[in-house]
């Protein structure tokens, strides 16, 4: 326990220590079993999904001897196999302009996301333009548009306080005129008032259905992996607002390691199309199951 610990220990890093001084073997019983529960509930994962994890890895090992490697190893790969089936890449549709709706709390990290997003798509060769629904936060706004100089991407923005809904119809309108591949379009999130929130959602969905009654194609929920719990929350609201279509969690550069993420994968079943690893505009990236897996309980 005096050995200097890295800078991000892992759960199970935290629980044995790390280095040469944690390898011995210890036997898995009921104790350590409790222990390695007690270490999965606190990453957030929640309790029915750590208990599920901890007996998968139980069975037919209890009595026996393992090293904390293996113990990392096992834990790891039930993890990754609970978040495979949600690792998926935005789909991409042959539809011009492909519309994606981002709606999360303020604060999440939708604004910064736009901007990588954009920033990829570029870098893919393809057009985009940025709408800049949240008209009531002037700082969102100017934000998306350094965004926007930086991935060389057009912003359309609307005079303060005015109806994001006709902004969004003005940039499908544009998008559409510049032959966009895709129109990236930010919202407002509020959540203090959540009548109103919905009703703002639901209207510019409805006005961009005139344009194309398919549109949003993807409406994806930026999470904030430093809120922990708070996330499973968010995704019941967001859910019920509008048709969430998949998750960015955004943070995971930081001391989070996201274990919410195992309760939403298990929970909700939605994909994960990226995680935000910093805030510069190369900070995303998609999710890797084994490697979050790999980090959550080094
Ligand atoms: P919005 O209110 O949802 O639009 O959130 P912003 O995009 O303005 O982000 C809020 C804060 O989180 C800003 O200071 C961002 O730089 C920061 N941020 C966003 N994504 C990440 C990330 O992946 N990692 C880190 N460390 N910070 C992030």
Same mark, same amino acid.
């Given at each position: ?6 800078? *991000? ?15 011995? *073997?210890?036997?898995? $019983? ?7 529960? $007690? ?65 999360? +709390? ?48 057009? +912003? ?21 005129? #510049? ?8 919202? !407002?999130?509020?959540?203090? =008032? ?10 510019? +969905?409805?006005?961009? *259905?005139?344009? #194309?009654?398919?549109?949003?194609? =993807? ?33 995971? #550069? ?8 195992? !309760? ?28 979050? !897996? ?5």
């Amino acid at each position: 326990a005096s050995a200097p610990e890295p800078a *991000r220990p892992g759960l199970i890093g935290r629980l044995f220590g790390q280095g040469p001084a944690a390898e011995p *073997r210890r036997v898995l $019983d009921d104790e350590m079993l409790e222990s390695l529960e $007690d270490l999965l509930i606190s990453s957030d994962m929640g309790v029915d999904t750590a208990l599920r994890v901890t007996a998968n890895l139980a069975e037919g090992r209890m009595g026996k001897r393992l090293s904390v490697s293996e113990i990392k190893a096992l834990l790891a790969a039930e993890i990754a196999r609970i978040m495979e089936p949600v690792a998926r890449p935005m789909p991409i549709y042959p539809k011009r302009p492909q519309v994606v709706l981002v709606v999360g +709390v303020n604060g999440s990290g939708k604004t910064t996301t736009i901007g990588k997003l954009a920033s990829q798509f570029r870098a893919a060769g393809k057009t985009v333009v940025i709408a800049a629904g949240d008209t009531f936060r002037a700082a969102a706004v100017e934000q998306l548009k350094v965004w926007g100089e930086r991935a060389d991407v057009p +912003v359309l923005t609307a005079p303060e306080g005015s109806d994001p809904a006709s902004l969004a119809f003005d940039a499908m309108t544009r998008a559409e005129a #510049d032959g966009a591949d895709l129109l990236l379009i930010d919202t !407002a999130g509020r959540l203090q =008032n959540r009548q109103d929130l919905m009703e703002e959602l639901a209207k510019i +969905v409805r006005v961009i *259905r005139k344009k #194309d009654p398919e549109a949003p194609h =993807n409406t994806l929920l930026v999470l904030d992996a430093t809120t922990g719990q708070n996330a499973l929350n968010q995704v019941e609201i967001f859910s019920k607002i509008a048709d969430v279509s998949g998750l960015v969690m955004t943070k995971l #550069d930081g001391t989070a390691k996201g274990g919410v993420l195992v !309760a939403l994968a298990d929970r909700f079943g939605l994909p994960i199309h990226a995680i935000g690893v910093g805030e510069q505009i190369d900070d995303l990236a998609p999710f890797d199951p084994e490697e979050f !897996a790999r980090a959550l309980v080094g």
